[in-house]
């Protein structure tokens, strides 16, 4: 007998490995730098070059690139800056996996220490923690119903939320900032750091809408006489459609949003002097969408004529609980440590929010993590005004999920949507944050799904043993369509014979059943 089916789809993680890498090397600075006296700001970040897929295994190359910031150890004690390249060659193994497939690879810098050894080597030390997994589409085949109209069906009406959409896309930011007239002329680049702040995104019909800012520091020598330290902050708002054929404004977007790429230049004006900085970020997404409806699951069969016989095989179906946007706010002072003089003005403060541990609990999830944060500022030491400090400021927040459970799964995203620093005194700065916390929580449900009917003859001697009219009373967990199989009637007939309105049945009333 032929079944009517619904084709949804949904993701599921074929295999998965996680694999740890250490550093610990050394560093020489180039001979065109000058010595290494202090340390200001250290920043990490890997660049994947190549990645080889083959059964079992998959292996990938390329650096973890360390930049540092520095006070020249010279008379004239000089900001500086340098960037070490750290090759990076691993290979990690994971079950299942077969040549060609596609493998999604994560990164997470966990740690970066930079020690002065004397002032012309480094020491560096990082771990990083990579995570290979591989997703697959999973097509599950609802069963509806079925054609022959005489055949009588039991069916249940279940939400159902399925991915329709799965892609991956990219977004440029381009823009050109020119100094303000009060600033001298670039001379040379220093120091840079590009932040994803406030990131929004809206289902559409056909589109997405992806918004946010990029937050942007640089750090300059100026053209002047005295190559004076210059810098800027500048917010970059970004707002774009992005094409996605079959999207509709009723859907849930589910989309990571990476700074994979970003450059700056620096470009003449119209007088031709060197006065813009022209920036170029390329924002990578991977864009899930799921579609949530409500679908008619057959889960029996029966006619009077025939003995019919469901196969069924298990299945995890996800409906949506809850897509919550939730916000946290965070605030600490911070106090300068003794030996680093009195702060005169803060420069730039930047943060990453990083996720310790997430688990179910009543109503709601319970985050727990750090922020870490690093400011950089001018004390009154003219010889050596920049200083750095570095803090990690813990939080703990709940995401509201009314009726969240074990069976439950959720994908978590975070990002920075505001982060001020403000001087207290000449010693203490507070710091207040604003995280964004958004939750997508599904609850799984195992059914056992009809994939098959098979029909068979009626067992004619089991038939002729039952009575053909019998009284019965009605069980707590009893509807007409159950005691109709059961006795080799139908609900019409019931109906009929018992003067009834509807199928509505109440425990213990009394039927008469008439065997077909």
């Not at 095989?313 to 009195?342: D, H, I, M, W, Y």
Request: with cysteine; proline share 3%.
């Amino acid at each position: 007998m032929e079944l009517i089916t619904k084709r949804v789809h949904t993701m599921r993680t074929k295999c998965e490995a996680v694999s740890q890498v250490t550093f610990d090397e050394d560093l020489n600075v180039p001979d065109v730098k000058p010595d290494v006296g202090r340390m200001i700001q250290k920043k990490g970040e890997i660049q994947i070059d190549e990645m080889q897929v083959s059964d079992g295994h998959i292996f990938f190359n390329g650096a973890l690139l360390v930049a540092l910031l520095y006070v020249s150890d010279s008379m004239e004690r000089k900001i500086q800056s340098l960037l070490g390249t750290l090759p990076i060659a691993e290979t990690m193994h994971l079950e299942d996996l077969q040549s060609g497939q596609k493998v999604k690879l994560e990164w997470e810098l966990e740690d970066l220490s930079v020690q002065l050894i004397h002032s012309r080597k480094l020491n560096i030390k990082a771990l990083i923690t990579f995570t290979a997994r591989v997703e697959e589409l999973e097509e599950i085949l609802l069963p509806a119903g079925v054609e022959t109209p005489e055949i009588s069906q039991k069916k249940e009406e279940i939400p159902v939320m399925g991915i329709c959409i799965h892609k991956k896309d990219t977004m440029r930011v381009k823009e050109e900032i020119s100094l303000a007239s009060n600033k001298p002329n670039i001379h040379e680049l220093l120091w840079d750091t590009v932040e994803i702040r406030g990131v929004d995104i809206r289902a559409k019909s056909d589109r997405i809408a992806v918004k946010g800012e990029l937050f942007l520091f640089v750090l300059y020598r100026g053209e002047d006489d005295n190559y004076s330290l210059q810098w800027l902050e500048h917010s970059i708002p970004f707002s774009e459609e992005i094409e996605c054929a079959g999207c509709a404004e009723s859907m849930v977007p589910d989309v990571d949003v990476l700074l994979a790429q970003s450059e700056l230049k620096i470009r003449t004006d119209s007088d031709g002097e060197e006065r813009v900085l022209a920036v170029e970020a390329m924002l990578e997404l991977e864009i899930r969408i799921y579609e949530e409806e409500e679908v008619s699951l057959l889960l029996d069969v029966y006619t009077p004529a025939k003995e019919l016989r469901v196969v069924c095989k298990p299945a995890k179906l996800e409906c949506l609980l809850v897509k919550n946007f939730s916000k946290c706010r965070v605030g600490e002072r911070l106090k300068t440590s003794e030996n680093q003089g009195k702060i005169l003005q803060i420069c730039h403060s930047d943060g990453m929010v990083k996720v310790d541990n997430t688990h179910i609990m009543e109503n709601g999830i319970e985050i727990e993590g750090i922020v870490t944060v690093k400011i950089l500022y001018i004390i009154s030491d003219d010889e050596m005004p920049f200083y750095s400090m570095d803090a990690m400021i813990p939080f703990s927040h709940i995401v509201e999920a009314q009726g969240i459970g074990k069976e439950c799964i959720y994908r978590l995203h975070t990002d920075l949507e505001q982060l001020s620093t403000t001087m207290i005194d000449s010693d203490e700065i507070e710091v207040k944050i604003v995280l964004n916390l958004n939750a997508l929580v599904m609850k799984q449900r195992e059914r056992s799904l009809i994939y098959e009917i098979e029909e068979q003859e009626l067992d004619r001697e089991k038939l002729q043993s039952m009575p053909g009219i019998v009284g019965y009373q009605v069980q707590p967990q009893d509807t007409m369509w159950d005691i109709a199989k059961k006795f080799y009637t139908t609900t019409e007939e019931i109906i009929r014979l018992n003067h009834l309105e509807s199928e509505e049945l109440h425990p213990f009333d009394t039927l008469i059943l008439v065997k077909s």
